[in-house]
């Protein structure tokens, strides 16, 4: 499985960015598909994850400013970030369990400026 995250870039304070992210490979359904962050001297910490069918989780930091979706077609993620703070700066990774197995896209970065 190969990810390939899309998006990242800087933006003043209280805008938006939109990250995509493509599963791609030798792939037959992927359940769980989410997005991470890791700023600098900060562990990583989950932003928001989706399941096939819907079912979402956010963590407490990005509720009510970010949203994630997908396209299960096209085994695609999407995460709009609105209201972006600059505490949001951080490189966001994509991520994916399948068959069991923990998989990570490259990072992209994203630096919200005051």
């Known amino acids: 499985v190969q990810l390939q995250a899309f998006g990242g870039g800087l933006v003043q304070a209280g805008g938006s960015l939109r990250l995509s992210c493509a599963a791609s490979g030798s792939i037959f359904s992927i359940n769980l598909m989410g997005w991470y962050r890791q700023a600098p001297g900060k562990q990583r910490e989950l932003v928001a994850d989706?399941?096939?069918?819907?079912?979402?989780n956010y963590g407490d930091s990005v509720k009510g400013r970010f949203t994630i979706s997908r396209d299960n077609a096209k085994n695609t993620v999407y995460l709009q970030m609105n209201s972006l703070r600059p505490e949001d700066t951080a490189n966001y990774y994509c991520?994916?369990?399948?068959?069991?197995?923990?998989?990570w896209g490259k990072g992209t970065q994203v630096t919200v400026s005051s």
């Open positions: 989706i399941t096939s069918s819907g079912r979402t």
């Open positions: 991520n994916t369990v399948y068959a069991g197995m923990p998989y």
